[in-house]
Antibody
Framework: EVQLVESGGGLVKPGGSLRLSCAAS????????MNWVRQAPGKGLEWVSS????????YYADSVKGRFTISRDNAKNSLYLQMNSLRAEDTAVYYC????????????WGKGTTVTVSS | DIQMTQSPSTLSASVGDRVTITCRAS??????LAWYQQKPGKAPKLLIY???SLESGVPSRFSGSGSGTEFTLTISSLQPDDFATYYC?????????FGGGTKVEIK
């Protein structure tokens, strides 16, 4: 079964850091680009970051550029999101999602992990 | 960035109704558009890609159309399982953007 499982969410103070992980199974992880997408409470979906299969291409939303770093370890079938200088507006459910082939829509999603930034 | 505008933001409908949701892009995105369904507390689910291609396993009552800047998602006969929020997403540029969502409610 194709599956993505996020972990690492939690409560953090403003200015703090957190590292999210996404464990992939059931498919050849190293062949797919991956995305992080977030959803603030009661709000819509917001793309956060993308990484190509070999990490050659990396993109960020302006709202997180310079603070978040996406990375992957194909040997461990894992995707990561290092989040630094966290702000209250980063509070959201964070989803990892598989990109379908070379088109940047998302055909498999994890269940999400919740990040709360509050003092 | 390409802005995506969905309308309406909320839609009240009955089981069996034909439902249409519109998504407009701030510039041409060719057919690089996807539609997702999301239920409360759940992850989004892919319904349509490349504007009109039905994802495997998605019921045929869902269809998509459009190109350029105007797109529609149609549910031909609304079923109880279809009450949810729907999002469009453009992937014409690497800076991916979603529409604000359309919540389909029971009338």
């Amino acid at each position: 079964e194709v599956q993505l499982v996020e972990s690492g969410g939690g409560l953090v103070k403003p200015g703090g850091s957190l590292r999210l992980s996404c464990a992939a199974s059931g498919f050849t992880f190293s062949s797919y680009s991956m995305n992080w997408v977030r959803q603030a409470p009661g709000k819509g979906l917001e793309w956060v970051s993308s990484i190509s299969s070999s990490s050659s291409y990396i993109y960020y939303a302006d709202s997180v550029k310079g603070r978040f770093t996406i990375s992957r370890d194909n040997a461990k079938n894992s995707l990561y999101l290092q989040m630094n200088s966290l702000r209250a507006e980063d509070t959201a459910v964070y989803y990892c999602a598989r990109v379908h082939d070379l088109s940047w829509y998302m055909d498999v999603w994890g269940k999400g992990t919740t990040v709360t930034v509050s003092s | 960035d390409i802005q995506m505008t969905q309308s309406p933001s909320t839609l009240s409908a009955s089981v069996g109704d034909r439902v249409t949701i519109t998504c407009r892009a701030s510039q041409s995105i060719s057919s690089w558009l996807a539609w997702y369904q999301q239920k409360p507390g759940k992850a989004p689910k892919l319904l349509i890609y490349k504007a009109s291609s039905l994802e495997s396993g998605v019921p045929s009552r869902f269809s998509g159309s459009g190109s350029g800047t105007e797109f529609t998602l149609t549910i031909s006969s609304l079923q109880p399982d279809d009450f949810a929020t729907y999002y469009c997403q453009q992937y014409n540029s690497y800076s991916l953007t979603f529409g604000g969502g359309t919540k389909v409610e029971i009338k």
